[in-house]
């Protein structure tokens, strides 16, 4: 069934802008390169763009709905040039089997209070099943809503068939009840999930809304309750004074317009190091899990629709073994299984966290290097390969990911 995203409040932002002359006036740095939206966007969408933009890089104030309880007061504040956090960004998902222990401040742990209230930040309860998690870059998510469920559904090898050791498979899960069926993953039965490091989220929607509202405390028109555990509820008005729902539909809608245009970054120098490293990185079999390339279908912004992109993922979850597992499932993934990381825009990593590298999804590796030798499970034979080769092929392997 083809799916129709909201396209109405495109209509309603549309006149913000006027005449669409302040685009891009600049010529754009290395570090604007993520901020860009698709190439050839029309006047409207660029004008929703522009709106999505100054909503992301929004820092709330208690007045405005912050908290009572929350981790950070912008989602740039986590998603720094709309790319990857860092380790002091990051938070902890926690549960216990399939208990969500919602009365004791899960599944997400907020490590922040606004002033003024008689709460205490959250703790995590002892004997759980924690789960650390580096926010993810938001570039070029909209061309991952656009991959037709299909395509990702045809990739999946759960008994692994063909023998290669390498058997991903889909995180089906249920979308939250305010996702309708016009959106990508959204209505009622069960979706692919593609969103966040275990595809546990099927829609942008749902990760938008949930973002303001968990990592924020930003109530909004999807999610108009504030999060805070229940013992807590007589004394929760005392210091978020804001009225709920604190933003609009049309705001969230807004964001989830901008994180959909963003334009993944384009590719670095590709040197004959860096060919040499593309030949390995096929002949080791990363590709199998981290596929160079991958179609999106139809779509109603031609600029989504069709495209070829340069993903390095297949989008399933892969077993990666005893040393990377978190012991808490999600969804339909369990405590071993972590969707494969999408590699573009590696090559910008340091540049955007201050020089500083911080890989795999909780960031315990700070090279590629780490990050591809802590690979286990259905990924062993491609780690071992790595780890085999002379120096000057590992760095060529280095050189290609660190090209992307
Ligand atoms: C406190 C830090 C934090 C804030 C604030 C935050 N995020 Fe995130 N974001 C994360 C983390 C961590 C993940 C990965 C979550 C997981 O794997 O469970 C994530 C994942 C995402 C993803 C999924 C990307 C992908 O490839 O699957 C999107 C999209 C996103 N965030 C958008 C936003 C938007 C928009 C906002 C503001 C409304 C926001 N985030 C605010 C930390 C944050
Ligand atoms: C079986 C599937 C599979 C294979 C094979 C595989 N990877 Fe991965 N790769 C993953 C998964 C899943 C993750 C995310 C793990 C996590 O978040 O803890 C990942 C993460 C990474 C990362 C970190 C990306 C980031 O943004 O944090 C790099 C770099 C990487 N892989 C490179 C490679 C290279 C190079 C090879 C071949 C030597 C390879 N991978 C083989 C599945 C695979």
Known sequence: MRRHIHLLLVTAAAGLLGACDTLMTETPTAGDE???PLDGLDQSLNAVFLQG????????SVAEGLGPIFNNVSCEGCHPGDGRGSVETGFF????????????????????????????PEGVPAGVDKSFRLPLPVFGVGLIEAIPEQTIIDLEDPDDADGDGISGRVNWVTAADFVSERHVGGGSGVHVGRFSRKAQV???LEQVSEAYQQDMGVTNDFIPEENFQSQHTATVSIGDVAPDPEISANTVLETVMYVRLLQPPARGRITAQVEAGEALFNSLQCSACHIPSIRTGDHEIPELANQTVALFSDLLLHDMGEGLADNRPDGDADGYEWRTAPLWGTRLVAEFLGGQEFYLHDGRATTVEDAILLHGGEAQAARDGFAALATADREAVIAFVKSL
């Open 93 to 120: 998902r926690f549960s216990a089997g399939g208990d969500l222990l919602v009365d004791a401040g899960g599944p997400q742990h907020q490590d922040k209070v606004i002033p003024g209230i008689r709460l205490v």
């Open 202 to 204: 099927s829609s942008l």
């Open 53 to 60: 933009d100054e909503n992301f890089e929004k820092s709330f």
């Open 34 to 36: 993520f901020a860009a």
